[in-house]
């Protein structure tokens, strides 16, 4: 049996300690170390986010620093699993690949299109493995909705309506609140929908997209259309006025609806005058993300199922969703 990889987190927030919980189990890897610059942060056993609370890490098991530089001189590591605000993932990216690490980001990828080719360049430079965490792409829910339209299960896919709606969220500092670092509702939260849109289709012909600023000077409210010519009609949503999180969505094949409405342990699938079937999934992105990417480390191979170049491309479609909505056109990619 090969040995556990050990990673570390860096940025130990609302959702670095939803990582920390999913570790918990990992086959092939084990958690060993977390960083952050807040000492407050390095207290908390758990925390609360928009998707919920991330249940309680053991931290007695884990050794605590407060920056990434003290961390890498003190551990043995063989990934980093990077979960600071937005507009650090590139920076640190790129330090802990040229430092000789495996690097899982958390989403999106960068803030601006140079800063992925950056990490893309750093990860080709360094040959060390970069993975986004375009956690979706990892749920048993939507990998459903990905076999039924790759296989044609219930004949083509005609049409897919996706939705992603929560609170305002607050990070530390509120970095969320401004614009330029999150990216507004679009780049933070919408960015799960779009890139799966492209993982399911690939790029658009072109984006059409309804939207407005609100609290951070970026899209913090939009409706997306993904045309491809010829194509489905494909649709996404969201918006960060809602009371609470919720995710959803509904795709229109030839012989079947299939349905997420929320809860991503189930799906259902309508068919015109039978009954509904209900689909029962368990596990979730997170976990199953960490334990492919540790994979992928162990057997030396490159991520497929989210590999860099498409996730760069997911950030490059968000970008033109922005375009469109600040000047109310269609963008051509
Ligand atoms: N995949 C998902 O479903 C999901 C959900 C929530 C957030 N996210 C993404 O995760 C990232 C973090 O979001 P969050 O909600 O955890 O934010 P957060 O503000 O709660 O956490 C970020 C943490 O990084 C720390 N930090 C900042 N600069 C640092 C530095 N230079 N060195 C060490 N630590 C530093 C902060 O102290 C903070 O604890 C964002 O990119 C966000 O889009 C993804």
Not at 152 to 159: A, E, P, S, V
Not at 204 to 231: E, K, N, S
Not at 299 to 324: G, H
Request: glycine letters at 8%; hydrophobic letters at 35%; one cysteine or more.
């Amino acid at each position: 049996m090969s040995r556990k990889l050990k990673a570390a987190i860096l940025g130990f927030g609302g959702i670095g300690h939803h990582h920390a919980a999913n570790y918990a189990g990992q086959k092939d890897c084990q958690l060993v170390a977390v960083a952050d610059s807040c000492p407050a942060r390095l207290q908390d056993d758990s925390a609360e986010i928009n998707l919920g609370a991330s249940g309680k890490t053991d931290l007695a098991c884990l050794r605590r620093y407060h920056s990434f530089e003290s961390m890498i001189k003190q551990e043995q590591l063989d990934f980093i699993d990077i979960c600071l605000p937005t507009d650090l993932h590139a920076k640190y990216a790129v330090k802990a690949l040229r430092a000789g690490l495996h690097v899982l980001s958390e989403k999106p990828m960068a803030r601006t299109l140079a800063q992925a080719d950056a990490m893309i360049r750093a990860s080709e430079e360094t040959g060390k493995l970069l993975m986004i965490g375009q956690c979706l792409r990892f749920y048993p829910c939507y990998e459903a909705l990905k076999a039924a339209c790759d296989g044609k299960k219930y004949g083509r896919l005609l049409r897919l309506s996706m939705q992603r709606n929560s609170a305002l969220p607050h990070g530390l500092n509120d970095w969320f609140r401004d614009g330029k670092r999150s990216g507004g509702a679009l780049l933070d939260m919408h960015i799960h929908d779009t890139d799966f849109v492209n993982h399911l289709l690939g790029v658009p012909d072109a984006v059409m997209t309804f939207g407005c600023t609100h609290y951070t000077g970026a899209i913090d409210d939009a409706v997306t259309h993904y045309i491809y010519d010829g194509g489905p009609l494909v649709s996404a949503e969201t918006s960060w006025s809602c009371g609470s999180f919720k995710m959803s969505y509904t795709a229109v094949f030839e012989e079947a609806t299939l349905s997420m409405d929320g809860d991503v342990d189930r799906i259902s699938i309508y068919r015109v005058d039978q009954p509904p079937e209900t689909v029962e999934f368990s596990g979730n992105g997170y976990a199953n993300e960490v334990a492919y990417f540790a994979r992928c480390i162990l057997q030396d191979r490159q991520p497929q199922v989210d590999s860099p170049f498409s996730t760069r491309e997911t950030i490059r479609i968000a970008l033109s969703e922005e375009r469109s909505a600040r000047t109310g056109r269609k963008v051509r990619l």
